[in-house]
């Protein structure tokens, strides 16, 4: 499979809204798993977008720049490693190894190379600002997002362009020669989902909250496993007797995710209670509260704080 000129364009132009979106629209389209989805549907298989996007999404899910200013850009990481999945015949887990982490990882220094061409728009709107320039202001503004867009734009139209004949090549010697070195790829982009939620889940107040964690465990485990045991009864009665054609779906993920979702809930309304209690009894409550804190806390033999902090 060729891509078209209309996919090529479309990708590109969607890699250049994803910046966009993410520094000045903020619509939580800039996101891993929407651009899976997005760019399978452009490339006409949104399950295999789906599938790469969401395993990107877990794969940084944990690295956040927290103060910091670029990060890797996984978006277009999930552009490119879908359209070459599916426009190549490479598996999904081997994309994500061969060309969703790497691109990602390499735009980062796109990301940079925009900072410092967006400097001169800024330049050029302080300038404006000191001679009440006000259409002057706008226009630069405008102008500014241009860098950003181009940083992404023009890596991947170039990749998607000329890239497709190395990729195919790749597949061919992933699928002979280097059958191992396939093998290798797909296992670590089938295990990068879980290393970037495990970084997440050290970032999380996880002492704190640690029965939730064991009861969201257990309780997606017992299900799964439950409603896989059900469709397998299920397959096999429908081989026995034709007559038998009941459907059992399974589980889906979104019912979890409520069962999660009612779990924050009620946190989240325990501790709002627990705040209006402390504002309503004044200052000696919040002190105590403030005790309650630094008892989680474990100092070393200096008496520095060396543990979390709750947030």
Same mark, same amino acid.
């Given at each position: 499979m060729s891509f078209t000129i209309v996919q090529i364009l479309l990708l590109t132009a969607y890699s250049m809204y994803n910046i966009y979106d993410e520094l000045q629209?903020?619509?939580? !389209?800039?996101?891993?798993?929407?651009?899976?989805?997005?760019?399978? !549907?452009?490339?006409?298989?949104?399950?295999?977008? !789906?599938?790469?996007? &969401?395993? !990107?999404?877990?794969?940084?899910?944990?690295?956040?720049?927290?103060?910091?200013?670029?990060?890797?850009? &996984?978006n277009s990481g999930t552009v490119l490693a879908t359209a070459f999945s599916i426009g190549t015949g490479m598996k999904a887990a081997t994309a994500i190894a061969a060309i969703g982490v790497p691109v990602a990882a390499l735009l980062t220094s796109f990301d940079i190379l925009a900072r410092f061409t967006n400097t001169y728009f800024q330049h050029q709107v302080d300038k404006d600002i000191e001679n009440f320039n006000y259409k002057g202001i706008e226009r630069h503004t405008i102008l500014g997002a241009l860098p950003w867009c181009l940083s992404r734009g023009i890596p991947v139209f170039l990749a998607l362009a000329l890239g497709q004949g190395v990729v195919k090549t790749m597949v061919t010697y992933l699928n002979g020669d280097l059958q191992w070195l396939n093998t290798g790829l797909q296992t670590a982009g089938a295990t990068l989902p879980a290393v970037g939620f495990a970084i997440l889940l050290h970032y999380l107040p996880v002492k704190k909250h640690i029965a939730y964690l064991i009861l969201g465990f257990t309780i997606t485990a017992l299900l799964s496993t439950v409603f896989t045991s059900i469709q397998t009864v299920a397959t096999g009665l429908t081989a026995a007797n034709k007559a038998f054609t009941t459907t059992f779906n399974s589980l889906p993920m979104l019912a979890i995710a409520l069962i999660g979702g009612a779990f924050a809930i009620l946190e989240y309304k325990k501790s709002m209670a627990k705040l209006n209690t402390a504002t309503t009894a004044g200052p000696k409550a919040t002190s105590g509260d403030e005790d309650e804190d630094e008892d989680d806390e474990i100092e070393d033999a200096n008496g520095e704080v060396d543990g979390d902090e709750e947030e």
């Open positions: 629209m903020n619509s939580s !389209l800039s996101q891993p798993v929407w651009a899976g989805m997005i760019s399978g !549907l452009i490339m006409g298989d949104m399950k295999t977008g !789906l599938i790469i996007g &969401a395993a !990107l999404q877990l794969t940084v899910l944990g690295v956040g720049t927290f103060g910091g200013a670029s990060k890797i850009d &996984a």
